[in-house]
């Protein structure tokens, strides 16, 4: 659902206004169960999860579909994608959907909207940089724009549906708790690098 060669969306990611980043036809690599700590949050679920990205599990993630490991392969850079750090996730609580990532990398931050597979299970996976020199600590950022933009950018990964039912009151100790720790999740990646180094 994207023209590979200048990212512009097509279908359900280009109903909700202009597309920033990159569009992918796959969806993002499944946050790994036993490194993610779940928070339910009424009609939404927040994951924290500390990932290190390598070319090796990129390429597991996306093995059983011929088409995603294809792309994988044409759009990774030389050597493959290596980077690790937090991972916010956004799901839906009912199904497990996840529309939003806030992949909190030390080296190329960035955020994801995540659109439901199409009706021949095409992903529209839109994947968007972060600038840290005009948006400072991608963390806070991140935990900003989920207190005060959650219902746009939930709009803008086709989870329109969900906001009616987001419960402000209910969302803002998950999120508290979901910024805790990632934040120590964060720092105790920092801490053992310094030790071995």
Known sequence: MS?????VATGAAADVGPTVG???GIPPQPPVAANTRMLEAG???IGVEYRDVDPEALRAAYAGNAAQLAELEAKSPVGGFS?????????DAEDGHEYLRFDLFDGEPHYHYNHRPGPVGEAVNNVVPF???AGGDMLEWAFERLRTRLPQMLAKA??????PRVDRAALEPVLAEARGLAVAAREGYRRAAEAGA
């Open 83 to 91: 980077d690790e750090g937090v991972s916010v996730h956004v799901f």
């Open 158 to 163: 086709g989870g329109g549906h969900l906001v």
């Open 131 to 133: 600038d840290v020199t």
């Open 22 to 24: 990159v569009v992918y």
């Open 3 to 7: 023209d590979a060669t200048n990212g």
């Open 43 to 45: 009609a939404l679920r």
